[in-house]
């Protein structure tokens, strides 16, 4: 198995549309990452978790809602979004938050909302 | 604060020709971190080298090399007779030690032309 794994590869929804993106991984890190990839802009870090506690949220819209149920386990829910939120969402792990060590990403889920 | 600039948009070579990336960085702090990560189309960004701020020597691994300049502050990525398989977007990043986010660049989009 892919060391992290994201699903579904692929997301339209509307704007009034409840989903949500699921990250796994099985390296056995205890911090993992989302950030959101746009078009002509750097990757942008929305939230870090250690050890299934939130341990940043870089001022990310309430819109986009993270749970950590375990330190393999990542979620991104997602409500009443924009369609400026369309993008690539990245899934990151590491064996512990910014340690230096690098990232292990996933293949991401392509958002588009219309 | 800490920034890294990649100049370059997109490349396009042909087959079998050197190119190189370039990855300027700005940071006050003595001790960092520089990384490279390549994205191919399937989404996720891979590992490519790290190097700390201490350790100048330039990196050969098959047909990649990296240069790393602090005089510059320049970290520069070349990859030699370049293939098909290396068309992808590149990214430079930077972090500090201690407990700070991987800061990346814009990416430099490069298509290699058979």
């Known amino acids: 198995e892919t060391g992290v794994t994201q699903t579904p590869r692929h997301l339209v929804m509307g704007m009034t549309n409840k989903k949500s993106l699921k990250c796994e991984q099985h390296l056995g890190h205890n911090a993992m990452y989302w950030y959101k990839q746009s078009a002509k802009k750097p990757l942008e870090l929305m939230f870090v978790?250690?050890?299934?506690?939130?341990?940043e949220n870089n001022s990310v819209p309430s819109r986009f809602s993270p749970e950590c149920p375990n330190s393999s386990h990542l979620f991104l829910h997602l409500h009443t979004l924009q369609p400026e939120d369309s993008a690539l969402y990245l899934c990151?792990?590491?064996?512990?938050?910014?340690?230096?060590?690098?990232?292990?990403f996933g293949n991401g889920t392509r958002l588009t909302v219309t | 604060a800490q920034k890294v600039t990649q100049a370059q948009t997109e490349i396009s070579v042909v087959e079998k020709e050197d190119v190189t990336l370039d990855c300027v960085y700005e940071t006050r702090d003595t001790t960092y971190y520089l990384f490279w990560y390549k994205q191919p189309p399937s989404g996720e960004l891979v590992f490519l080298i790290r190097r700390n701020s201490f350790d100048e020597q330039n990196e050969i691994s098959g047909r990649y090399s990296w240069n790393f300049q602090k005089s510059t502050s320049s970290f520069n990525f070349t990859i030699t007779a370049s293939q098909v398989v290396d068309s992808a977007v590149y990214f430079c990043a930077l972090t500090l030690s201690g407990n700070t986010p991987l800061v990346f660049g814009k990416g430099t989009r490069l298509s290699v032309i058979a």
């Open positions: 990151a792990s590491s064996p512990r938050t910014y340690d230096n060590s690098p990232l292990h």
């Open positions: 978790y250690s050890l299934e506690e939130r341990v």
